[in-house]
């Protein structure tokens, strides 16, 4: 499953042979591990502090002054204070939002012009840093992509339509977290800091192989230096034919050979570490530029004396954030006089800054970020020499969206002083929000592919020349013109990142994963792929972002909903233990009974325990969960010396438990054992629990609620679509929990569709495909659907209820064969509901009658 058509493999390969646009681009990745220096003295540069608060799991902003308390066995002193700072040194930081959207109004750095609109200060906007994700164009028609979960894919255009190829490393190797081609070589690094090579086997398959770095011993090294390197980041030189890395103890570390292997350790500038390359050989030819942890700039050329040289700013600076992010910059050529080259890079307080080289002298330049603006990735975007009056820059907020700098490209006259700068936000797309910290990737001109906080992608693309249905395009006549307005579309990812992007597939036809097949006779192909591109802009509707809401909104207190007493019972009363040999049943009176075959034989079997138990909530690996009548959740399971209970509920972070996932996954079928495996339950309070259970490492997580209801049941855990926990809100609506990035999404529904609060039954007929549905009940008895396929995307269906007099009582029942659905009528019957052909049915199945045996 992890392994590409090798066929792809080749024709790929060959068509980097024909052509690859450079893209410097490639993220790094290094971040920063702060070394004590004890010559430094602490300044404060911001007015805002966060408390860890153990009790509701996040971070809390503090109010100043604050005191900052030590405490040893319970004796307590204060340490230190942090005061407020003064007023003018405040407005140059912390600021979010204000550009116009896409109006290129020009202002000021920051600390001029004020411009735009003020928005309030939301302290939840800052995003999380999403480690794992980089993107890499390989080709015209390849772009490599690692995730939030740390698989690899890639998006390949087949001639008719992009498709993804899975290349995920082994399992063993664990997560990626980015991919690099180097002289016609794909090598990826994996986040535990080894480095794999992609290796065609004796029948073509590709196959991920070790390639550790061991330094080469004819340098300089010390001969002993034998033990293998642990990666941090890696950058490819201007040239593709190098590879820098910096080590995770801070080495930078070259790759000059590939067969055999030939490494170089450069080492470090003199007191301090690299953290991050800042750019590899595109400023000047065979010198490096890497960051330190502390944000200091150092410049490395073997062939001078020294050859680690720092680049300090002078005394009397006129800006105080001077620290660096160690992150790749941007090198620019001729951007501040002829022959002149420029080194875009941001500093910690969110600020881009350049270093510039003009007649052989260096200078710094400030070219600050608008008001209200953290900048935290910058994207570089090839140029375009002969038309272009400006050059710009992408730059990715810390809230999620992508402003655009725009420069007049030098014009010989000029002073550098007198530029006018042009600040225009694209914001974001629509309910999702750009990954922080993270470069995007220049595709085309006016193509620009940037991975999104919650998983997918983006790309900001002219009008009409980009978007999911939009292939590589060879001759691209568009002049980029401050009048064209850029359009976002989204772009599908992977069920590994918990999305709906099916796999390219081995037939015929245009999801082919070589070559896409369209002119086919069968119009059902036609119609797929047409409907493909309606796809996109559909999709994007279904998922709703949650924004944070405050305890005041009106929604929250909306909600009257209680959960009954005896829910767990009437929910949870059995479960399967093993298929065909053992179920568990849980009596009204609390008694815990085990129906077993054992050698042919079926036997009752009672597990005792001290508290009554209310229900049967999971099952994993041969453990079953149960919960008791204060909420406990307790592990029944065959161990070496018999059987044990195990309280879950002992452990850290545990809450008192109302329900869990209502089917789980049966062992066998295609069932892949991760190291993340978890089950999830509803605490009694309404959130979502995370328990993980991998190789018995049991740990609890909260993942909250969505932020305008309190959880009422799971729908589905990861049955329907991996990574994906599907719950009912007490409101009555339909939201989703993402295992991956965290992220709560609420989808489209009908104001006049309010679901029960039961359990649902997914149904998903084969794991290769993404299609199915998942079936609720609504709050007046019918039966809902919700279902996806690759051609119209998601979609209601209200099943309604077999009769007017009958309504469904109980949770949807198990589902068989893709097709068959068992539900409990009102009136006592079980009722079928079947697809004939196309067409769904009802069929009364009666009920389970007793033939009076006294005669
Ligand atoms: C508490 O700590 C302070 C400072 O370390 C010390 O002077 C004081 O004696 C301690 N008090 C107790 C009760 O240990
Ligand atoms: C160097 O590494 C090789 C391969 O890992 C190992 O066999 C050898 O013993 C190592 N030598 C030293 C001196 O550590
Ligand atoms: C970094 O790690 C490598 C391999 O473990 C080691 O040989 C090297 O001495 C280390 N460098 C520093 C500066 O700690
Ligand atoms: C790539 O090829 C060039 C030219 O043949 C060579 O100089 C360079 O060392 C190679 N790089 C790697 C990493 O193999
Ligand atoms: C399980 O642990 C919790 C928390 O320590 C405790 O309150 C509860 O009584 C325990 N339940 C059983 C059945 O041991
Ligand atoms: C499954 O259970 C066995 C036996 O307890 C254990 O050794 C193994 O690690 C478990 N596997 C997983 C993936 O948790």
Redesign the pocket.
């Known amino acids: 499953m992890s392994i590409c058509h090798p066929i792809l493999f080749i024709i790929w390969v060959l068509s980097l042979l024909i052509s690859f646009v450079l893209s410097s681009s490639s993220s790094s990745w290094c971040p920063p591990h702060f070394s004590l220096q004890t010559d430094r003295q602490f300044e404060q540069k911001s007015d805002r502090f966060w408390e860890f608060e153990e009790q509701s799991n996040s971070w809390v902003e503090v109010e100043l002054p604050y005191d900052l308390v030590s405490c040893v066995d319970g004796n307590c002193t204060t340490v230190g204070s942090i005061a407020q700072m003064s007023k003018k040194t405040k407005d140059h930081r912390n600021r979010e939002d204000s550009v116009p959207e896409q109006s290129s109004s020009s202002f000021r750095k920051k600390d001029g012009g004020k411009g735009g609109v003020k928005v309030k200060e939301n302290s939840d906007m800052v995003l999380p840093l999403r480690k794992r994700i980089s993107l890499i164009k390989m080709s015209e028609a390849s772009i490599w992509v690692t995730g939030a979960s740390g698989s690899v894919y890639e998006r390949f255009w087949n001639g008719v339509q992009w498709v993804i190829a899975p290349h995920d490393l082994p399992v063993l190797a664990g997560p990626a977290n980015s991919v690099f081609m180097v002289n016609q070589t794909i090598l990826a690094l994996s986040e535990a800091g080894n480095l794999y090579q992609m290796h065609l086997t004796e029948n073509s398959q590709p196959v991920w192989v070790d390639f ?1 770095p ?1 330094v080469d011993h004819s340098t300089k090294q010390e001969p ?1 230096q ?3 390197f642990q990666l941090k980041s890696g950058v490819i030189s201007d040239d593709w034919e190098r590879l820098y890395f910096c080590t995770k103890n801070g080495s930078l570390l070259e790759l000059v050979g590939i067969e055999p292997p030939r490494w170089v350790n450069h080492g470090r500038p003199p007191g301090a570490n690299v953290a991050a390359i800042a750019d590899a050989a595109s400023v000047r030819p065979e010198v490096i530029f890497t960051l330190s942890s502390i944000g200091d700039l150092y410049e490395y050329d073997r062939s001078s004396k020294p050859s680690w040289k720092k680049h300090i700013w002078r005394e009397g600076t006129t800006t105080e954030d001077t620290s660096l992010i160690p992150s790749k910059g941007c090198a620019l050529h001729g951007f501040g006089g002829s022959h002149s080259v420029s080194l875009f890079l941001l500093t910690k307080g969110g600020n881009l800054v350049e270093r510039r080289l003009h007649q052989r002298k260096w200078k710094w330049i400030v070219h600050g970020s608008p008001e209200n603006h953290h900048l935290s990735s910058i994207t570089s975007v090839s140029q375009d020499e002969f038309n272009e009056k400006t050059s710009s820059l992408f730059l990715t907020t810390a809230s999620g969206s992508v402003l655009e700098y725009r420069v007049p490209k030098y014009s010989g006259s000029a002073q550098d002083n007198q530029i006018e700068e042009n600040w225009v936000s694209h914001t974001h797309p629509p309910h999702a929000k750009l990954a922080r910290g993270i470069s995007g990737m220049q595709f085309q001109v006016g193509r620009i592919i940037f991975p999104l906080d919650d998983g997918r992608l983006a790309e900001l693309h002219l009008p009409g020349l980009g978007g999911e249905t939009a292939g590589p395009n060879y001759q691209i006549n568009v002049r980029r013109k401050a009048s064209l307005k850029y359009v976002w579309s989204i772009l599908d990812s992977p069920e590994t990142e918990g999305w709906n992007a099916e796999y390219c597939t081995e037939e015929r036809g245009p999801t082919n994963c070589i070559m896409g097949i369209k002119d086919e006779p069968s119009d059902e192909n036609v119609a797929r792929s047409m409907s493909r591109g309606r796809k996109g802009s559909k999709e994007q509707q279904n998922y709703l972002s949650l924004g944070s809401i405050s305890s005041s909104d009106p929604r929250l207190h909306t909600e009257l909903y209680n959960m009954p007493a005896n829910w767990i019972n009437m929910n949870f009363r059995l479960r399967v233990m093993q298929g065909g040999r053992s179920f568990f049943l849980i009596t009204d009176s609390g008694l815990t009974f085990e129906y077993l075959n054992t050698e042919n034989v079926w036997i009752w079997l009672r597990h005792e325990h001290t508290t009554a138990m209310k229900g049967a909530v999971g099952y994993y690996n041969g453990s079953l969960f149960l919960v008791d009548e204060h909420g406990s959740l307790l592990i029944r399971e065959r161990s070496s010396d018999g059987l044990a209970w195990i309280n879950c509920t002992a452990m850290k972070k545990a809450r008192p438990i109302l329900g869990g996932p209502p089917w789980d996954k049966l062992p066998g079928k295609g069932l892949r054992v991760t190291a993340e495996d978890a089950l999830f339950f509803v605490s009694k309070t309404g959130r979502l629990l995370q328990f993980t259970v991998a190789l018995r490492k049991f740990k609890w997580k909260d993942c909250r609620n969505p932020p305008n209801t309190k959880v009422a049941g799971i729908v589905d855990q990861e049955i329907f679509r991996e990574n994906i926990v599907f719950v009912i809100g007490r409101n009555g609506r339909l939201y989703q929990y993402n295992k991956v990035s965290e992220i709560w999404h609420e989808h489209r529904q009908s104001q006049h569709l309010v679901l029960s609060r039961l359990p649902g039954t997914a149904m998903r007929p084969s794991s290769l495909s993404l299609t199915g549905s998942l079936f609720m009940l609504s709050e007046d008895g019918g039966l809902v659907e919700y279902h996806w396929n690759g051609l119209d995307g998601w979609n209601w269906v209200e099943h309604g209820t077999p009769h007017r007099s009958v309504t469904l009582v109980g949770s949807p029942g198990p589902c068989f064969q893709g097709n068959q659905l068992f539900l409990i009528g009102s009136d006592g019957n079980v009722y079928l509901r079947y697809l004939d052909q196309t067409t769904w049915k009802w069929k009364n199945c009666g009920f389970p009658y007793m033939e009076s045996t006294a005669g």
Do not use: D, F, Q
């Open positions: 550790l061991t002993e034998n033990s293998t």
